[in-house]
T-cell receptor
Framework: ETGVTQSPTHLIKTRGQQVTLRCSSQ?????VSWYQQALGQGPQFIFQ???????GRGNFPPRFSGLQFPNYSSELNVNALELDDSALYLC??????????FGQGTRLTVV | GENVEQHPSTLSVQEGDSAVIKCTYS??????FPWYKQELGKRPQLIID?????GEKKDQRIAVTLNKTAKHFSLHITETQPEDSAVYFC????????????FGAGTRLAVHP
């Protein structure tokens, strides 16, 4: 098992609401990336944080935002939830340039 | 844009047979290629990776080969076991920039006893 932990594991939200997902990175890792994995598909890159700054973003709208804290843990915030936001949200931590190790994910259901 | 194509989408083999999964990437600047195994309801687990300065890497029953010219890389699993059953994802990344992994769509491998 990796040292990457995510919370909560499951979440049900109503369309239009806001959600915050959390990730604790593995010890020694300073980079956190977030991915969205729809059912039956590969993970899609949302964005990456390195030393508390966003330094890369995928094709996701601004209502997807994040934070990284001095201890390198991270949050993913999604505003104005849509039904299509239902997915498994994965956090991956790495040392800069090193392999990425994933958390167990948060299963978000928007109803 | 950046893209990784993965084939086949499903693969069914008998225990003890070999399994091969193939991926093609579009970004010629990609230089790091990990493979992840994802069991149902679990996290993607890194099983092997290769960098572009190496043509082949092996770890016990799994091996990965890379053809930079053709922009192809493949996962080979020998002597398959039922516990190898899972979804396998290939990915490509351009090191030196941010760690944006581009994933293939996945291959569902079923190993039958």
């Amino acid at each position: 098992e990796t040292g990457v932990t995510q919370s909560p594991t499951h979440l049900i939200k109503t369309r239009g609401q806001q959600v915050t997902l959390r990730c604790s990175s593995q010890s020694g890792h300073n980079t956190v990336s977030w991915y969205q994995q729809a059912l039956g598909q590969g993970p899609q890159f949302i964005f990456q944080y390195y030393r508390e700054e966003e330094n890369g973003r995928g094709n996701f709208p601004p209502r997807f935002s994040g934070l990284q804290f001095p201890n390198y843990s991270s949050e993913l915030n999604v505003n104005a939830l849509e039904l299509d936001d239902s997915a498994l949200y994965l956090c991956a931590s790495s040392a800069w340039g090193g392999p990425a190790f994933f958390g167990q994910g948060t299963r978000l259901t928007v109803v | 844009g950046e893209n990784v194509e993965q084939h086949p989408s499903t693969l069914s083999v008998q225990e003890g047979d070999s399994a091969v999964i193939k991926c093609t990437y579009s970004d010629s600047a990609s230089n790091y290629f990990p493979w992840y195994k994802q069991e149902l309801g679990k996290r993607p687990q890194l099983i092997i990776d290769i960098r572009s300065n190496v043509g082949e890497k092996k770890d016990q029953r799994i091996a990965v080969t890379l053809n930079k010219t053709a922009k192809h890389f493949s996962l080979h699993i020998t002597e398959t076991q039922p516990e190898d059953s899972a979804v396998y994802f290939c990915a490509a990344l351009r090191e030196g920039g941010y760690n944006k992994l581009i994933f293939g769509a996945g291959t569902r491998l079923a190993v039958h006893p």
